[in-house]
């Protein structure tokens, strides 16, 4: 069964932490591009970081340059998201994504919170 969780939201102060994790499951991942997108509440969801099949390449939104950094483990089928110095606009839920060719698959996502 063809599966994304994420895991490692939260509540976090301004300049905080996070790492969020997803986990995948069904399917060749190592094949696979990932991404991670965010949605705020009442704005459309927008991407934060994409990662290659095999990890050479990296992307992100400015907004969260030299802050976030995605990574990923293909023995361990799983994508992460280090989120570092973290502000109250970063609040959103995170939503694991995976592409290779017509092949779309959507984690159900993480609420992450930063508040004081």
């Known amino acids: 069964q063809l599966q994304l969780v994420e895991s490692g939201g939260g509540l976090v102060q301004p300049g905080g932490s996070l790492r969020l994790s997803c986990a995948a499951s069904?399917?060749?991942?190592?094949?696979?591009?990932m991404s991670w997108y965010r949605q705020a509440r009442g704005k459309e969801r927008e991407l934060v970081a994409g990662i290659t099949s095999a990890g050479g390449s990296t992307n992100y939104a400015d907004s969260v340059k030299g802050r976030f950094t995605i990574s990923r483990d293909n023995p361990k089928n799983t994508v992460y998201l280090q989120m570092n110095s973290l502000k109250p606009e970063d609040t959103a839920v995170y939503y694991c994504y995976a592409k290779y060719g017509v092949f779309r698959y959507w984690g159900q996502g993480t609420q992450v919170t930063v508040s004081s």
């Open positions: 069904g399917f060749t991942f190592s094949s696979y591009a």
